[in-house]
DNA sequence: CGGTTTATTGAAATGCGTCAACGATTGTGG
DNA sequence: CCACAATCGTTGACGCATTTCAATAAACCG
C-alpha cells in the first residue's frame, strides 16, 4: 500500500476561498444544466470562476482521444485559474449548478489591494502546483487505493457521512486513470467489507478513512 | 499508446534560467560529493538552489517506506522551491555536485522591492507547475512510453547524441513509478531495435525520436 | 584481482484492462 | 403512473503488461 495525499479541487484556506468575499462581490451569477461548458479548452481565459452550486468537472483529451479529467470542483472552490493566457482544459458541469463567474481584471487589481499582485499570482500558482503533484502522488498508487482515497477525499470535502457522487463511473475512472469497470469493483469490494455502503449510485455513506485505506 | 510531454528539470528560454541572473547574483556556492544530501523533508525550507555541475535526485517515501523519486535536476535547474515553510521531499546528489544556495528572505524582499526578481520567481514556480503537470501525463503512459520519453528529454537537455545517465536504474524506476527490471527491459527492447547504443550502463547515444516513441 | 554493488534476463504470479453479457436506474411519452 | 427505451453500472471470463522472485552477468572499488 503506498501513501497518498489527494485534493479534489480544494480550496485553500485562504480569505479568498471561504465564505463571501470582496471577490465574489464582483462576481456575476450563471446558472448551468447538466452538460453545459463553462468554457472550452484553448479559450481565451477572461474570467475565474466559483462554484456556488452543483459540481464541475475539468477535463482534456491526450493524443489517442483519450479523455483526461483534471478535476472536480465543488461548492466554495474556484476554477479556471489557468495563467496563461488560453484555457488548458474543457470545464462543464456535471450537474445543474450555479456559478460565480469574476472578470480577471477586477480580480486582479482587487488582489493587488490587498498584497502586490505577484504574491498574489504565487499563491495561486503554488495551490495549482500542490495541485498538480498530489495528483502526481495518486497516480502512483494501486487501483484501489485510488478509488479509496478519492472517497475519503469526497467525505472530507463534505463533512457529512452521506457523500454525493454527482459524477458518473466513467467521470471517476477518467480522473483516476482507471477503467470504469475497475472502479466499479473497488467500488462493490469496499462496500463487501462494510466500509461503504449505497444509497443510490451517486450517494453513498463513508465510514472510516482506516478501513478505506485496506 | 497515449500521447506524453515530459520534461525534466527543463529551464525555461527566460533570461532567468540561462547564465547569471539577478537572483543568483545573492547566492552562495556549494560543493557536495555523491549521495550527498542537500536537505531533508521537513526541514523548513530557508533556501532555493540552482545546479551548477552534477545532478540532483529529490524524493519522498510512500507510507510503505517505499522511496519516490519526484524529480532530477541539472545545471540550470533551479529546486527547492517549496513556498510553505517546510520542503516536501528530501534532496541529494546523484553525482559530484556544485550548486548555488540563494536565502529565501533575501530572495522574497528581493520579490517586493524589484519587479524583474518577481518575474523571475514566478517563471521558476510556473516551470515548476509544467513539470508536475508533465509528470502526471507521464504517469498514465505505458512503461515503455515513460522511458522512452525519458530518454528523448534527457536528449533535449544535452543536445548532444551521447546522453548521461547519471543515476541508477533503480532511481529512474522510482522516477517513473515502473519496477528496476521494467526500466531495463524497455532498455534493451530500445537497444535491439538501434534507437538507443550503450556506451556504459549510464552513457547512451539516443537516436531519433520518432524511434523512441515506437 | 576478489568482493560488492548494480544491471540483465527468465519464469511465474498478479493486477488491471478489455470484451461481453446482464442488471439497475433514469428519462420520456403515452 | 406505467411502460419502454436509453443510459449507466455491475459482474465474469480472459488476455496482456508489469511486477515479483530468482539466477546470472557486468561494472565498480577497494
Redesign the pocket.
Known amino acids: 500500500m503506498k501513501s497518498l495525499v489527494l485534493k479534489i479541487g480544494r480550496s485553500s484556506p485562504s480569505s479568498l476561498t471561504s465564505g463571501q468575499t470582496r471577490i465574489d462581490r464582483m462576481a456575476s451569477t450563471r446558472l448551468l444544466s447538466?452538460g453545459e461548458k463553462v468554457f472550452r479548452k484553448g479559450q481565451s481565459a477572461r474570467q475565474v470562476y466559483k462554484v456556488e452550486i452543483g459540481c464541475i468537472r475539468t477535463f482534456t483529451h491526450d493524443r489517442d482521444g483519450c479523455r483526461l479529467v483534471t478535476g472536480f470542483y465543488f461548492p466554495g472552490d474556484y476554477f479556471g485559474l489557468e495563467m496563461r493566457g488560453k484555457h488548458s482544459v474543457f470545464a462543464e458541469a456535471i450537474a445543474p449548478s450555479r456559478i460565480l463567474v469574476i472578470g480577471r481584471k477586477a480580480l486582479f487589481s482587487a488582489v493587488e489591494t490587498d498584497n502586490s499582485v505577484a504574491n498574489g499570482l504565487l499563491n495561486v500558482t503554488n495551490l495549482e502546483l500542490q495541485r498538480a503533484q498530489n495528483q502526481s502522488l495518486m497516480l502512483r498508487s494501486?487501483?484501489?487505493e485510488r478509488v479509496a482515497h478519492f472517497l475519503f477525499e469526497l467525505k472530507k470535502r463534505n463533512r457529512r457521512a452521506e457523500v454525493d457522487l454527482p459524477m458518473?463511473?466513467?467521470d471517476i475512472a477518467d480522473y483516476l486513470?482507471?477503467?470504469?469497470?475497475?472502479?466499479?469493483?473497488a467500488?462493490?469490494r469496499l462496500e463487501k467489507v462494510s466500509t461503504i455502503s449505497?444509497r443510490?449510485?451517486?450517494r453513498i455513506k463513508v465510514r472510516t478513512r482506516k478501513r478505506l485505506a485496506a
Chains 1, 2 share one sequence.
Open positions: 447538466r494501486s487501483a484501489h458518473s463511473r466513467q486513470n482507471l477503467a470504469m469497470e475497475t472502479v466499479s469493483r467500488l462493490t449505497f443510490t449510485y451517486h
